[in-house]
């Protein structure tokens, strides 16, 4: 059996680098990948070290094309019998998929897409997952599912049309046809676009960015932008109003103005 593990995490200075890691199956969602990437949101969700998420794919030629058509697809509609620990596992366990695909699963910490090639089904409906996104200007995204005679299952449905034109979001999801980076772009699915060689410092210095800040204040804004999606404005100002008194209590509100006025960088704890 290869030591070579199909999912990397690594940890540094405030930030999680996660890596789909099958380039010869272009970085392809086989079930072990999906327990080990579920397994790390969970990971990160729970390690307070950790302030910022990258998720990219190992090489150029895929950053993730999705559900592994010969083991994961087969093995979910029961054409192919489980045959792994992994296989077992994510029949057993059905927030397996979800919690891969932040499905109804709270991570408040940011995440970075770095997008290093093509981003095809399962692998752009995680993507939509994510808060920022740059990407190689080689991607493409992509939604093929109906070409197979299957759906998007991992939130696509509901995202896709929340983040771009609902027009486009039918073509995409009806025709399954791919569209460019610089379609991306001017949608507004992704941030920026940059060259293959200069993806991943771009990441990171996003990530480094970030993690600068004030981590109960980050966590806090994304929490709210994210539960105050869909509801009344009022209903919004009073999730707003709840994260605002959160922040005000922490020792982290109090360093930030002070550093400021003592000239000198912000050491925030997170408390």
């Known amino acids: 059996m290869s030591d070579v593990l199909p999912l990397l995490l690594e940890k540094s200075d405030g930030v999680a680098l996660m890596t789909f890691n099958r380039p010869k199956a272009r970085n392809a969602i086989s079930p072990e990948v999906a327990c080990r990437l579920a397994d790390a949101f969970a990971d990160v969700a729970g390690d307070d070290s950790v302030r910022v998420v990258i998720l990219t794919g190992t090489g150029d030629r895929a950053f ?7 083991l994961t697809l087969p093995l979910m509609t029961g054409a192919r019998q489980p045959e792994t620990q992994w296989d077992y596992r994510l029949l057993d366990d059905p927030g397996i998929m979800d919690r891969s695909a932040l499905r109804g699963f709270e991570l408040n910490k940011p995440i970075i897409a770095a997008i290093n090639g093509p981003c095809m089904a399962g692998g752009m409906e995680t993507m939509l997952a994510t808060d920022i996104r740059i990407a190689a200007d080689h991607a493409t995204f992509a939604l093929p599912e109906v070409r197979r005679g299957l759906i998007p299952f991992a939130g696509s449905l509901v995202r896709l049309p929340r983040q771009i034109p609902q027009c486009l979001a039918m073509e995409m999801l009806l025709t399954g046809d791919p569209i460019s980076a610089e379609q991306a772009l001017s949608a507004g699915m992704i941030n920026r676009v940059v060259p293959q060689a200069e993806l991943m410092a771009s990441a990171w210095a996003m990530a480094r960015k970030i993690a600068a800040n004030g981590p109960l204040a980050v966590q806090e804004v994304k929490r ?20 605002k008194a959160r922040v005000m209590a922490s020792d982290d509100a109090r360093e930030g103005p002070r550093a400021f006025m003592e000239k000198r960088p912000a050491v925030f704890r997170g408390v």
């Open 224 to 243: 709210t932008v994210l539960q105050a999606s869909g509801v009344t404005l009022e209903q919004g100002y009073r999730m707003e109003d709840a994260a």
């Open 64 to 70: 993730c094309s999705g559900g592994d058509l010969a």
